[in-house]
Every structure is written in structure tokens, then in C-alpha cells.
């Protein structure tokens, strides 16, 4: 995302952004931004907003005018009135502040937000051109950029930022306006070039209703903050368009299908040269590590480790906090000299210019039809990623839509994103009732709408997708569907899988027998983390095929590696459910070819010809079988948690139509699909207390840890101490918490433990994989040449790598190449391909070079979706502020033995450009906070129903209200 948000506790970050700012020899302002070229620092944040009208007892601050020190630590340090030092608003309470609980426990109150820092960052290649142009050059670059962010502030005045008040927030306000400060910084933490701003909006401003000052709306901003980072990329690239004739091309992403947008002509080597991540200090603590061993014998331990990572910060720290930006244009030029002939450089950025050859769109130019079709792109792109959606999700996707459009101003692109977007919800089901109509008329804005909502947070889905869970309802309760016979399930109870050597335990096998038995076309089997329903699975199957035969099971699973993992737990077939509906959305066309067979074979003689027609008509009818149902046929979706609404669609309704039955395994607290779900919580739902459910964990080898995972299942957040007592809690900054993650994972694999490590972004599972190599490397295990990948990273004999794509035309001799496998390297060739192995099955394939740099990836750390299903020893997992419920308990239930946790203390959304300063919690708090933040994805159904409760309940005070302001008569 191009526009960060992070929030500020009182205090934090007001240090940060003072150091960097340049002391200027000379009195008076600066004349501009040249005057900061040979100066140590950045220049003076700079006052923005319409809410600084309000301030100074109302004679208002000039926008654009320098912040003081003084000003800063009153904003952000106390809440105050920079100018004046009064109060604005309530008065927050002091940092430290303790507390009782409600169980009697002493606890440390939270500090208080201060402000939000959005920080808008110039997408690499303007960044790049940025620091190679000449002065002038340089000069409109950073002035598109500004005024770029300062048109999205005014656009997150009039449509996002605003307050609440009444009872727990109930009414919606509008503000006046925001208070707010902008701090330009030239590079990231590793000195490459990376223009971009922080933008600290104080977390207080005017009520339009009063003009009492109140706290910002943080759930309406944040819930927006994707839409204005979108919005700041599309006015950015138009001002640089408009101004310098600069033209722009898409490339993909790898885990993404959302293009990215570049400057024309800067080229992805150039960009990748300036976008390295720091590793001085990794490489001084290397270093360190080395002495260590050669003079003791011995590695460090993991506090030692964290010892000498600071003193290799100490040891490559620069003698001054800041240079000047001469300085690192200097040395940026420098390292451009390999891609860019020296000297040449500032012509090779004119030379960008000129390459837009199209006229600047005003909104008129865009015909209605084609903004309705393009509101049809977008509701469809938005619904098949989530089930419900609201108006910032539309907004947000229009502008990514519009990227490669060029518009003369701010005011028509803004135009038009907000006319698609409503052509968009005019396209859409709106799942939240309207307000009833005797609200009174202080509580509608003067669009007529109710502020006991917050602006644009109306629900929407799709008929589509509303009509697919009905459907789905409906199946889960018809109980027409096939059943195994009396004699099969008096025996259940003695039946013990293939495969396996145990019977099932008492309440396994009445969940077995609920299912077999039941009738119902669409079943569930819910159970959390390590409470054995793979096994129940397998009992399952015994049980269909000892009724129907061999062969009535089929097994599916959202992704080909789950599929995997169920054929192992199953002993059947299995194949992905994308995969699955490909091949049988074709059935009416294989039908057709069986027909013509048969028909054919009825009218042959036999002969030669016709046993030869008889082959071809069997293995046209196998073909059919594998990819349709058959009647009495039993269909197990495992982790249908997270599998796609319409994908169980559409194969409960073939199921439905040939007399097959679907069963859905899962958790409903696990990890959501990549596209629209929720369908599986909702079955669960429907079902109550008769849902099938296994309620016993087995996994942990701690009966603590057995009731823990439980509760952290169920959102509870108190259990956050539990974890804490245990000893599973480690925490502190990101380098020190990947240090003792990675410490434990090493001692884990020498003593012969599986062992995982785990995070949700795929950054530190990219740092976390090269930490590991590089160990490998040092010691021997690794060589240290090989093929370099598309992240970065190399890869040679002896690693372990993951392929994440599948490729069925890749063979091995048990199947072919899946997305999720692990593989350990075994010979690389010259021309980039490599041999791999499987060390689980012994399973061999040769990866070609063109997909060894796609799509491999080294594979000692993992995410959490890809660990999702996966049971070892040991699991370290890497939190942060960012984490919500559904990875961590994914990431705390892998290990049998061990699920450590360590938390990154330091509120820090982009590692990247924060450089340092910030706020530092306490590890229970953040631990707590992401326990209370759920990410799972509700059913529009559900939505719907709860939208619907929220605003009855709403109506039926105001009807109360309105009957006594009746009693009270003329005189209320």
C-alpha cells in the first residue's frame, strides 16, 4: 500500500521526526527546498489541514507554515493547542495509569492515541527518477508528490475523517476539518532513494455540531485508508503526467493479481538496485557472531545474539543521525553508474518526459455506458474477493480500475471514482436497512442522511452470492441425501480406519455416526485444531465404502496441497476444488462422448475394430466418472473453511442433483478463503447444537495448552496472560524477535525436531528464509551458489525450497508439482533448472529454470495460510501490531510440544520508511489487541440478519423517545 497508517500514542514518534529535521545556520524560514540540499537533515514539518482554523482561540494557523518543537510536543506529547497550549478536548490519561479489572486484576491502562501517521511513499520508480533528475526536475517531482497527498487530505475531510458522540459513540459527526503536520523524508531505513511524507493527523478535531473538540473516528479512517492510498497513486501519477509528459505501464505482481503502476522507462533492474533492505548491521553482527564462536567454542546463545546485535547498531551507526541530501544523491548516482552511463543521468530522466501521447480526461469525456460497464468490473472484482462489501471497498477498487487513466485535475478523478462507485452500489444488494423515518432532523446530515451511521458504511453484497448461500441453507437442511445402512453403523464404534491402528474415541464416533446417518445432503464435521478429524475422516470413508464400495468417496480441499494432505489422512483420490469444477463444468460434454460411444457400440459387430472402440468408450466413461458425482457418492471438503462460497455452490448443487452427499471438515476460527466465503461458519450456524462437533484436542502434549488454544479460539482475550505465564511470550523490536525465532528454530532442527516458522506477511517469511540459508551456508550444509529468485533470495544444493505454483505438467513419479510442496535441492544445472527431492515421500521432479525463478521460494519459514492443516513438534510464530485472530491461532496450534510466540512490541506497519521512534507496548496489550482483532469473514446472510438486528434495536429506542417527547407535549 503507497499510503501507510499507523497510530501514534502520546509521545511516540515526536522525537523521531524532530531529530531528522535540519538545524538551519541562518535565521528566518527556509526560501525552499533547495535550501535543504546541503543541510543535515530534512526540512521543518509543515502545518496542514482545514482544522487549523480552529486553533488559537480561533484566529487559526497558517497552512503550510513551519512546525516548532515546542508546537510538536504539544500535539502529540499533550493533546494541546500548539499555539496556546490549551486543552483540546477531553485530557487524556497519563501514560502508566493503572487500573482494576474486572476480575481484580491490577493492570496498566493503554496510552492514549495522539494522532495517525499517514505516510504517503512515492512509488519506486518516481522515487528512483526523483534522485537522478536535475535540481529543477527534482524540484516539480517532490511538488507533484505534495500536492498529490494535500488533495487527498482534502478529499479525507469531505468523505472520511469524523468523529462520534452520544452513548458509546452511537452519532456520527462531521469535523470541520483536521489538524495536521507533514514531514518530507528523502530515503528508507537502508539509504536507498524513497520519497515520501508523514502526514501526523492530530487525533483531535472540530465537531461541525457545536464545535466542541472530539476525538477522530480511527475505525472510518482506517476502514478508507486503502481507497486514499489508491486515490494518492492515481492523482500522483496524473500530476507527473500533466507536468512532465510522464507515462505510466502495469506490471504484474507476484502474489497478487493487481498490477502495479511505474513510470515508463525506468526498468524493474534499476528499481530493484534501489530497493534493498539494510544489512549492514546483519552483516556486522555476522561478523560478530563469528568472533564469538572462534574465541568460546561455541555459538551464542539467543540473549547473547541479541548482545551483539547491538553492538554492530552501535558499530555501523553513522556518526550524524542525518545527511544531506547532496550527500546521498551522491552516492545514489553512484550506484546508478552500472545501468546508467555516468554523466548521462540527469538526461536519461528528461528523456522519461514526452512519452504521454493522449489527451488529459475531464470527467464529460467518459461515456455513461462505459462507467456502468466499468461499475459492473468492479462490483464483480469486490464480490468475488469478499462476501460483503461497502462503498470505501468500491471506492478503493474503482481506482485501481482508473490507474492507467489520465485526468486533467483532482476534481475529475474524484468525480468519476465517486460516480462509478455509486453506479456500483445501484448494482449491488444493500444488506443495511434504511433508518427509520422518524428520526429527528439533528440526527440526519444535510444529505438527509442518518448520522447514527457512519458516512458510506452501508453493507452490500451480490444476489449472486445471496442466492448461492441460500441455496447452500437449503441443502443443509434437506435430509433426502444418501445414508449408510443400519447393520454399518451399529459397527462404527468397532471400525478402525485404513491406514490406522486405533479406534476412534467416544465422541469422534458420534460425530461419525451423526454424519453417516443423517440424511442430510450437505453435512459438517466442525472441530478446532488437533482435535483428530482426520481421523474421523477416515472413519468416515470406511464406513461409505463398506455400504456403497469401493470408490464412493471422493476427497476435495482448497488448495492442491490440502488435497494432498487429505488423501493422506483419507486414503482416497483427492484433487483441488478450482481444479474439481474446471473439469466438470465440461460433463455435458463428456456425457455427450460416452452417449456416442455407446450408441456406436450398439450398432457394432464384434471384431477387432469394435473391442478397440470398447477401450476408447471405458476410458471415455472413466474420464466422466472422475470429474462428476454418482449417486450415493459421498464428496469430503477438507478446510472448507476456507474454501469459496460459489466453488461449495456449485458442487453441492451437482451433488444435489445426481443424489450424492457433500460433507463440509473445518474450523469456522481458521483462516478465511482468498475469495468470497463465510459460507462454512454459516452452515455451522445453521445447524446449532446439532452441528457435528468434535470438542476434544489431542494435538498438545500440555493440558494448559489444550483449554488455551480453546479460548484463544473463542476470541477471548484474558487468555493473552495464560500464554504469558507459560513462557510463550517473547518480545521486543523486529530484529531482536526474528533473532530469538530464529535461535529456537535452529536448536529445534539439531536436536531432530520438525519444527516451523511462521509469520502473516511474506517479507518476514522472505528474511526469516534467508536467515536460515545463510547459517546453512556458514556451516557447510548449503553451497552457497545457486539461482537467484524472483524475491531476491538464492537458492542452491542442499536447500529447502517450496514450490507455490501448481504445474501439472511438471510429473514426478507420484503426481506432479503442487503449489505448497516442500522440496530439498539436489543438483542445479547451468541453464537455472534444478533436481529437487521430497524427503517426506521421496518424490523427484526437475523444475525448468523459467519456473524456478517464478515460482520458488526457499522453505524454512512459512505463512500462516500455507501452514494451515500442517501439525509438527515446534512452531515460532512472529507477531505484530498488524496480526489478527485467525493467523495467530492458526500459527499457536501447529506445534505438539512448543507454540512460541514473539511479538514485535513496535507499532510499525511498513518496516521500510519508519525509521525509528516508535510507540512500544506492552507485550500483554499487544498480544490482547490481536486476540479482539477478528479477520474472518462473515456470510452475507449473516450480515444481513445482523444489519438488520442493529437497526431495529435502533429503531425501537427512537419510537421509545418519540412516545415520551409526545407525553411531554409543547413543553419538550
Not at 118 to 147: C, M, N, Q, Y
Not at 299 to 326: F, Y
Request: charged share 25%.
Amino acid at each position: 500500500m503507497t499510503m501507510s497508517i499507523r497510530r501514534m500514542t502520546l509521545g511516540a514518534g515526536y522525537r523521531y521526526l524532530m531529530s531528522s529535521v535540519a538545524r538551519m545556520d541562518e535565521a528566518g524560514p527556509a526560501r525552499g527546498l533547495t535550501d535543504y540540499y546541503a543541510a543535515k537533515g530534512t526540512p521543518p514539518g509543515t502545518f496542514l489541514g482545514a482544522g487549523l482554523a480552529g486553533l488559537d482561540d480561533g484566529r487559526g494557523v497558517v497552512g503550510g507554515s513551519p512546525v516548532s518543537e515546542e508546537a510538536l510536543w504539544r500535539m502529540l506529547g499533550m493533546l494541546r493547542d500548539p499555539v496556546t497550549g490549551q486543552a483540546l478536548g477531553r485530557l487524556p490519561r497519563g501514560r502508566g495509569t493503572v487500573f482494576v479489572d474486572h476480575v481484580g486484576r491490577v493492570r496498566k491502562a493503554p496510552a492514549s492515541v495522539a494522532g495517525f501517521d499517514l505516510t504517503f511513499s512515492a512509488p519506486k520508480s518516481v522515487s528512483v527518477a526523483w534522485a537522478l533528475a536535475d535540481e529543477p526536475t527534482r524540484g516539480r517531482i517532490h511538488a507533484a508528490h505534495r500536492r498529490a497527498l494535500e488533495q487527498v487530505i482534502a478529499y479525507g475531510e469531505a468523505q472520511v475523517f469524523a468523529t462520534r458522540s452520544g452513548h458509546a459513540g452511537a452519532v456520527s459527526e462531521d469535523v470541520r476539518g483536521i489538524v495536521a503536520t507533514a514531514f518530507d523524508h528523502w530515503d528508507s531505513r537502508a539509504g536507498d532513494p524513497q520519497l515520501h511524507t508523514h502526514v501526523v493527523v492530530l487525533n483531535r478535531a472540530q465537531s461541525v455540531v457545536g464545535g466542541a473538540w472530539k476525538t477522530l473516528d480511527s475505525k472510518a479512517l482506517f476502514a478508507a485508508s486503502v481507497g486514499m492510498s489508491e486515490l494518492y497513486n492515481g492523482l500522483l501519477a496524473d500530476e507527473l503526467t500533466r507536468d512532465l509528459g510522464w507515462a505510466w505501464v502495469p506490471e504484474t505482481r507476484r502474489r497478487s493479481q493487481v498490477p502495479k503502476w511505474e513510470v515508463d522507462g525506468v526498468t524493474a533492474e534499476l528499481r530493484d538496485e534501489f530497493s534493498q533492505r539494510s544489512t549492514a548491521i546483519e552483516t556486522a553482527k555476522d561478523q560478530l557472531v563469528k568472533e564469538f564462536v572462534a574465541a568460546r567454542g561455541r555459538p551464542p546463545s539467543a540473549p547473547e545474539v541479541i548482545k551483539l546485535r547491538q553492538q554492530a547498531t552501535l558499530a555501523t551507526r553513522p556518526e550524524k543521525d542525518v545527511k544531506p541530501l547532496n550527500d546521498l544523491i551522491s552516492r545514489w548516482r553512484g550506484r546508478a553508474d552500472p545501468f546508467l552511463d555516468a554523466g548521462r543521468q540527469e538526461r536519461w530522466v528528461a528523456a522519461l518526459g514526452g512519452r504521454h501521447t493522449q489527451r488529459l480526461l475531464i470527467a464529460g469525456d467518459l461515456e455513461e455506458g462505459m462507467l456502468r460497464d466499468l461499475a459492473g468490473v468492479v462490483v464483480q472484482t469486490v464480490a468475488d474477493k469478499r462476501p460483503t462489501f461497502t462503498r470505501a471497498n468500491l471506492l478503493a477498487e474503482t481506482s485501481r480500475q482508473l490507474a492507467g487513466v489520465r485526468f486533467v485535475t483532482a476534481t475529475h478523478r474524484v468525480a468519476v471514482t465517486e460516480h462509478v462507485a455509486t453506479l456500483a452500489t445501484e448494482r449491488s444488494v444493500m444488506l443495511t436497512p434504511a433508518e427509520p423515518d422518524l428520526l429527528p432532523e439533528h440526527l440526519r446530515r444535510p444529505d438527509g442522511t442518518s448520522r447514527l451511521r457512519a458516512r458510506n458504511s452501508e453493507v452490500y453484497a451480490t444476489a449472486e452470492i445471496l442466492d448461492a448461500e441460500a441455496r447452500l441453507l437449503e441443502a443443509g437442511r434437506a435430509t433426502d441425501g444418501p445414508v449408510v445402512g443400519s447393520a454399518v453403523a451399529a459397527r462404527l464404534g468397532q471400525l478402525v480406519a485404513p491406514g490406522k491402528n486405533h479406534l476412534l474415541s467416544a465422541e469422534q464416533a458420534i460425530a461419525v455416526a451423526a454424519i453417516v446417518t443423517s440424511g442430510r445432503a450437505l453435512d459438517v464435521l466442525v472441530g478446532p485444531a488437533g482435535s483428530g478429524k482426520s481421523s474421523a475422516m477416515a472413519v468416515v470413508r470406511a464406513a461409505w465404502e463398506a455400504h456403497y464400495g469401493r470408490g464412493a468417496v471422493v476427497g476435495l480441499a482448497p488448495s492442491a496441497a490440502a488435497a494432498e494432505v487429505l488423501a493422506d489422512a483419507v486414503g482416497v483420490p483427492t484433487e483441488n476444488t478450482a481444479k474439481w469444477i474446471t473439469e466438470n463444468r465440461r460433463t455435458p460434454e463428456r456425457a455427450k462422448v460416452v452417449q456416442d460411444y455407446a450408441a456406436r457400440l450398439a450398432r457394432a459387430y464384434p471384431s477387432v475394430a469394435t473391442r478397440q472402440l470398447q477401450l476408447r468408450a471405458r476410458a471415455a466413461y472413466e474420464e466422466y466418472a472422475c470429474w462428476s458425482l454418482q449417486q450415493g457418492q459421498l464428496v469430503i471438503i477438507d478446510e472448507a473453511s476456507m474454501a469459496a462460497t460459489k466453488h461449495l455452490d456449485h458442487i453441492t448443487t451437482h451433488a444435489r442433483q445426481v443424489g450424492a452427499k457433500v460433507l463440509l471438515v473445518g474450523d469456522w476460527a481458521q483462516l478465511s478463503p482468498v475469495q468470497a466465503g463465510g459460507a462454512f461458519k454459516l452452515l455451522a450456524d445453521d445447524r446449532g447444537a446439532d452441528a457435528p462437533t468434535l470438542r476434544e484436542v489431542h494435538r498438545f502434549n500440555h493440558e494448559w495448552e489444550r483449554d488455551a488454544s480453546m479460548q484463544l479460539r473463542l476470541g477471548n482475550a484474558d487468555i493473552a496472560h495464560t500464554y504469558v505465564a507459560n513462557g510463550r511470550i517473547e518480545y521486543g523490536s523486529r530484529e531482536d524477535m526474528l533473532d530469538l525465532l530464529f535461535d529456537a528454530w535452529l536448536t529445534d532442527t539439531q536436536a531432530g525436531r520438525t519444527s516451523l516458522m511462521l509469520a502473516v506477511d511474506t517479507q518476514t517469511v522472505t528474511d526469516l528464509n534467508q536467515r536460515a540459508r545463510g547459517h546453512l551456508v556458514r556451516a557447510g550444509h548449503v553451497i552457497a551458489e545457486g539461482v537467484r529468485l524472483a524475491d531476491g533470495s538464492t537458492v542452491g544444493v542442499g536447500d529447502l525450497i517450496v514450490t507455490r505454483r501448481n504445474q501439472r505438467s511438471l510429473a514426478t513419479d507420484r503426481g506432479w508439482v503442487k503449489n505448497g510442496n516442500d522440496w530439498m535441492v539436489t543438483e542445479v544445472h547451468e541453464d537455472g533448472s534444478m533436481a529437487v527431492t521430497r524427503a517426506a515421500t521421496g518424490t523427484s521432479a526437475i523444475l525448468p529454470a523459467e519456473y524456478v525463478r517464478e515460482h520458488v521460494e526457499l522453505g524454512y519459514a512459512s505463512t500462516a495460510h500455507r501452514a494451515q492443516g500442517r501439525t509438527v513438534d515446534a512452531a515460532h510464530a512472529y507477531l505484530n501490531a498488524a496480526t489478527t485472530l485467525e493467523p495467530l491461532y492458526v500459527m499457536a496450534t501447529r506445534g505438539r510440544d512448543i507454540n512460541q510466540l514473539y511479538i514485535d512490541i513496535a507499532d510499525d506497519p511498513d518496516n521500510a520508511i519508519q525509521h525509528g521512534g516508535l510507540d512500544h507496548a506492552d507485550s500483554a496489550d499487544v498480544l490482547r489487541r490481536i486476540v479482539e482483532t477478528s479477520s474472518v469473514e462473515l456470510s452475507a446472510t449473516q450480515v444481513r440478519h445482523d444489519e438488520h438486528a442493529a437497526t431495529r434495536s435502533r429503531e425501537r429506542e427512537w419510537r421509545s423517545l418519540h412516545v415520551a417527547l409526545d407525553r411531554v407535549g409543547p413543553h419538550r
